[in-house]
């Protein structure tokens, strides 16, 4: 078991080439490596400071990734303590990566912070896996985590306290397309997708076409970065299409990698990661703990999340 949390180093030009590439598809390779610069730069306790207070968790939490012993194509975040926290009283988040990839490590900032909100995430990816390969929308690592909740070895690991009846579905981009073809499955409660979006007028993109978000039933919350994320018109298309509850969250500068690297008009600003994260578990906060404060936050005409400068949110079927 570690205690903390252990980032990527980053030492030589072949390995800035190969973590680079983590962030999928029109990711300026320079940009990145600055935001993931200041994100190595960050110790866990950092993000939880002042401005990252998650609403069910206000006080600063540490973080935990580790092996998910049974699940050797995962690595769970989650916080440190277990003891702070009840029997199944951890919901879970299962995250699928941009570009449908197999390492999560150009999302260990975004993902620290969903856990410090009092979340179990089971991330795609082993704990050293370093595949930057792309790959295509499919659904079965989300089913695969899905399946391992429910084993001895999961029981184990988390004494109890993991609430296998709470599931997310999360990822961006590709990822995000995984997601949404998970929530399918009945175990899934809701889903927390970035910057992504089946495909209107998809014919070269078999499989994830825009009629997929008719078989969503669950609340989505999707958040894309405006105009200049390559998602965008793919983000509307679902919101105006889905008859499920759903909130459409528009960050105007934030573009296509921003919400969870930190950037606004290309440009790294932690502010834009901190109120990605935050934004991401008031959600989760009202869609797995039914936390009905911070659905307002939401869904209220004057929400707070309408007042802030970065958003703009829209929803409907609730």
């Known amino acids: 078991m570690q205690s903390g949390l252990t980032l990527p180093s980053v030492n030589d030009e072949d390995e800035i080439k190969q973590i680079a590439a983590f962030t999928g598809d029109h990711m300026n390779k320079h940009m990145f490596i600055i935001g993931l610069s200041i994100l190595v ?50 919901p879970v988040v299962i995250w699928n990566n941009g570009g449908c990839r197999k390492s999560h490590y150009g999302y260990i900032g975004y993902l620290t912070g969903l856990a410090q909100g009092g979340y179990l995430v089971v991330a795609v990816g082993g704990i050293n896996e370093t595949d930057i390969q792309t790959g295509t929308a499919n659904p079965a690592n989300s089913i695969a985590a899905m399946d391992w909740l429910n084993s001895d070895a999961a029981r184990k690991q988390f004494k109890g306290r993991l609430d296998a009846s709470r599931i997310a579905t999360a990822g961006t981009s590709c990822g995000g397309l995984e997601a949404l073809l998970a929530a399918v499955d009945s175990r899934v409660d809701a889903v927390l997708a970035l910057s992504t979006g089946f495909f209107p007028g998809a014919a070269n993109f078999p499989g994830v076409e825009l009629e997929h978000i008719d078989d969503v039933s669950v609340p989505v919350l999707l958040a894309y970065g405006g105009p200049s994320d390559m998602a965008a018109d793919n983000a509307v298309a679902n919101y105006e299409r889905s008859d499920a509850p759903f909130i459409l969250v528009t ?59 970065l958003f703009t949110v829209q929803n409907k079927n609730f």
């Open 41 to 90: 730069s960050m110790s866990w306790i950092q993000l939880a400071k002042a401005d990252l207070q998650p609403a069910s968790s206000p006080d600063p939490v540490a973080v935990t990734r580790e092996a998910a012993n049974g699940l050797p194509t995962h690595t769970i975040f989650r916080p440190a303590d277990l003891s702070a926290y009840g029997e199944r009283e951890l």
């Open 251 to 309: 960050a105007t500068g934030a573009g296509h990698n921003g919400l969870t690297f930190g950037l606004l008009d290309d440009q790294p600003d932690m502010g834009v990661l901190i109120e990605s994260i935050n934004l991401g578990t008031t959600w989760l906060d009202y869609a797995l703990k039914g936390n009905d404060t911070a659905g307002e936050k939401l869904l209220a005409e004057d929400c707070d999340y309408c007042q802030r400068e």
